[in-house]
Nanobody, 120 residues
């Protein structure tokens, strides 16, 4: 069984920083990529950032480029999202995502979500 356990959300003032963590637990899988999505109230879930299995390739939503950084610790299969210069429009529930090869099939896994609120 595969689990994604997220942490690090909270309330922060505009211009502040937060770091989200997502630990991948389980066995018998191979990571293809991991990433972060977010969903604001009344809006669809949207892509934020992704990182390849060895961390050599990253991709970001245009509006977070230069402010957010995704990274991965391959020793612990943990992915991080460092969020700087946060804006009220970054307020959302942030979800960790992993594309994993499990028993020969590519499968999509999600964390439970962590709330990020940017407000003064």
């Amino acid at each position: 069984q595969v689990q994604l356990v997220e942490s690090g959300g909270g309330l922060v003032q505009p211009g502040g920083s937060l770091r989200l963590s997502c630990a991948l637990a389980g066995s018998t899988f191979t990571i293809k990529s991991m990433g972060w999505f977010r969903q604001a109230p009344g809006k669809q879930r949207e892509f934020v950032a992704a990182i390849s299995v060895f961390g050599t390739n990253t991709d970001y939503k245009e509006s977070v480029k230069g402010r957010f950084t995704i990274s991965k610790d391959s020793a612990t299969d943990t992915v991080y999202l460092q969020m700087n210069s946060l804006k009220p429009e970054d307020t959302a529930v942030y979800y960790c995502n992993a594309d994993l090869w499990v028993e020969g099939a590519l499968r999509d896994y999600w964390g439970q979500g962590t709330q990020v609120t940017v407000s003064s």
